[in-house]
C-alpha cells in the first residue's frame, strides 16, 4: 500500500528474529524496510536502566511522526512481553486504539492488512508460540483483496449447549476442548474474538442467547470485556454463572513444569464447560 513502510529490530537484513519480515527488503528496498537500532536512551533520567524500553520508545516516536505527515507506518516489535504480561488488556483500555490478536495464518493476513488500511492506530498482538504451527490456507485467502473487517468475532465451531470465547492461541486450546466435550456429548461453539477492541458484542451475546451458557478463556489475566457484555445485554438468558478460565495470578514462572500449572489448560476448559453445563463431578467452590 501507498505510504506504508516496516521499521523494527533486524527486520530487513536479518529478515526478522522469527522471519516474518522475510524477502520484504528485496521487494520494497531500504527506504520502505529500515532497521532500527538495537538500543537508545531516550531519556537518561528515565530510561537509561532499561534500554530495551527506551528502543520501543523511540520506535514508537517514529511511527507516530511518520502518522503525521499522512503515511501508513508499521512498527514491528520483536518481543515485547518479556514480562509475560497480557498486553491486549493493557492496551485494551487505552482510548483510541484498535487492539487485534489473530490465531490462524487466515487470521493473521486478512486482519493486518485490515490493520494498515486503518486509519486509526491499531496494536496487532501476535502470540510467539504461534509462529511454529501451521494452518490450511486457502485460495480465497492468498488472492490479493482477501482482507478481514476489524470488530467482528469468527465462530470456528457451532454449537448449541456452550458458548467458549478466546483469543490468539486459546483459540487452539478452546477447539481441542470442544473435540473433548463434543465426545461425552456436549455441543461447544467456539467463538475466536480475534478483535479485542472494538469487541464483537453482537456476536458472543447472540451465540449466549443460544447456548445460555459462557465460557471465557484468557492465558494470562480474566475477561472482563466479553463478560460484562453478556451480563449488560443477556444475563437473562444465562441458566449457569459464567465461567472465567484465566492465568494464576502470579508472575510467570521460569520453570516449564511451573509454567504449565500457571496457564490455562485443555483440561481446565473442558472442566469450565462441564460445570456450566452441569456435568461436572467437582462443585464450582472447590476448584481453583
Known sequence: MDGSSCTGKRVGEYQGAYKISKGLLDKYGPD??????????????????????????????????????GLRPIVEFMTFNFSMQCYAAWYAHVPGLKVLAPYSAEDARG????????????????????????????????????????????????????????????????????????????SAEVINLLSIRPLDRAAINASVRKTNRLVTVRRRLPSTWDCMSVVEDSFEYLDAP??????????????????????????????????????AAVPMAATA
Open 111 to 186: 486482519l493486518l492488512k485490515a490493520a494498515i488500511r486503518d486509519p486509526d492506530p491499531v496494536v496487532f498482538l501476535e502470540n510467539e508460540l504461534l509462529y511454529g504451527e501451521s494452518f490450511p490456507v486457502s485460495a480465497e485467502v492468498l488472492d490479493s483483496s482477501f482482507c478481514l473487517p476489524i470488530g467482528k468475532a469468527k465462530i470456528e465451531r457451532q454449537g448449541k449447549d456452550v458458548t467458549i470465547t478466546a483469543f490468539s492461541k486459546m483459540v487452539g486450546y478452546a477447539l481441542q476442548a470442544a473435540d473433548i466435550l463434543a465426545k461425552e456429548g456436549i
Open 242 to 279: 459464567v465461567e472465567r478460565i484465566a492465568g494464576a495470578d502470579v508472575p510467570m514462572p521460569y520453570a516449564a513444569n511451573l509454567e504449565r500449572m500457571a496457564v490455562p489448560q485443555v483440561d481446565d476448559i473442558v472442566r469450565a464447560a462441564k460445570r456450566a453445563c452441569y456435568r
Open 32 to 69: 520502505r524496510v529500515l532497521d532500527t537500532p538495537i538500543t537508545e536512551v531516550i531519556n537518561p533520567q528515565i530510561d537509561h536502566h532499561c534500554p530495551f524500553i527506551s528502543c520501543q520508545a523511540g520506535f514508537t516516536g517514529i511511527g507516530v511522526g511518520a502518522a503525521y505527515h
